[in-house]
């Protein structure tokens, strides 16, 4: 089935108003009309069946029969992924396939060894990222569409480790912890919902004292394995091992 996202504005009651860009993406390019079926996510992780009226002046009106929590989203785990920004269109790959694995926000971030600047004007990067972010949350039938989040540094990112229940660093010289120890570690205090953070270095990795400015501000440095993964790997490495802890 189609499946749209709207603003809560877009919504009254039982009606949905839909016009603008999936106006015409609904009734042009799907031909869609009067008496058919469509999903409509309110971006909160509620999914309701919508049966539509006829098109009118640009907007087209649908009935909600039915309300359901987003299957795409579980309630108690929120993930925010710090990325070092990488190279060339690195992060588009990275955004869409965070989005898949159930992250809540990306937030890129520059820091020692970070080789890339971004060069454009920073809002219409970020205006691209967000939209990568809300096809791929379309795609995967996500109940929310993931944030992405200004380009910040890593003093600005440390100023967030209080929010998190969980703060990790993914450090490739890591020999003492892996994640799956401190994962196996934590479950035993398991609260709900637990709001995780995790950094991911650039391509060049992270400076010996970046890792203890992180450390001090309490994050968790983990090893992700012997292999040294690249900056796109290794953040859906942590997000697909934090589904299975979560699952377990
Ligand atoms: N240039 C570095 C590797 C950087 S990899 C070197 O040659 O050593 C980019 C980022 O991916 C790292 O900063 C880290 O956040 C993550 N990463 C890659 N492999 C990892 C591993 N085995 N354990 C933990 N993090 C890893």
Redesign the pocket.
């Known amino acids: 089935m189609h499946r749209f996202f709207v603003n809560p504005d877009q919504i009254n009651h039982e009606a949905i108003y839909i016009s603008g860009e999936d106006f015409k993406h609904i009734t042009k390019v799907l031909r869609l009309g009067k008496g058919e079926t469509i999903e409509v996510c309110d971006g909160h992780g509620l999914d309701c069946l919508v049966v539509l009226e006829t098109p009118m002046d640009g907007t087209i009106i649908g009935t909600i029969t039915k309300t359901t929590p987003s299957k795409g989203e579980t309630s108690d785990l929120s993930v925010t992924l710090f990325q ?1 920004l990488p190279k060339g269109s690195k992060m588009e790959v990275i955004i869409q396939k965070a989005v898949e694995l159930g992250v809540n926000r990306i937030v890129p971030f520059q820091s020692k060894r970070s080789v890339s600047q971004i060069k454009e004007k920073k809002d219409k990067k970020i205006e691209r990222w967000q939209r990568i972010a809300y096809e791929a949350a379309k795609q995967s039938k996500r109940g929310i569409v993931p944030v992405i989040g200004e380009l910040i540094d890593l003093k600005g990112l440390l100023q967030e480790s209080d929010s998190f229940d969980l703060f990790l660093l ?5 020999k003492k912890q892996t994640l799956k120890e401190v994962l196996t570690g934590f479950s035993q205090r398991l609260k709900k919902p637990l709001n995780i953070g995790v ?8 400076d010996p004292q970046e890792v203890s400015l992180c450390q001090l501000a309490g994050a968790k440095s ?10 796109e790997t ?1 953040g859906m490495v942590v997000l697909s091992q934090l589904n299975f802890w979560r699952e377990g």
Do not use: K, W
Not at 199 to 204: A, C, D, K
Not at 222 to 231: A, M, Q
């Open positions: 070092g993914a450090y490739e010289d890591e950094i991911v270095g650039p391509e060049g990795g992270f983990v090893s992700l394995g012997n292999r040294i993964l690249r900056t290794a």
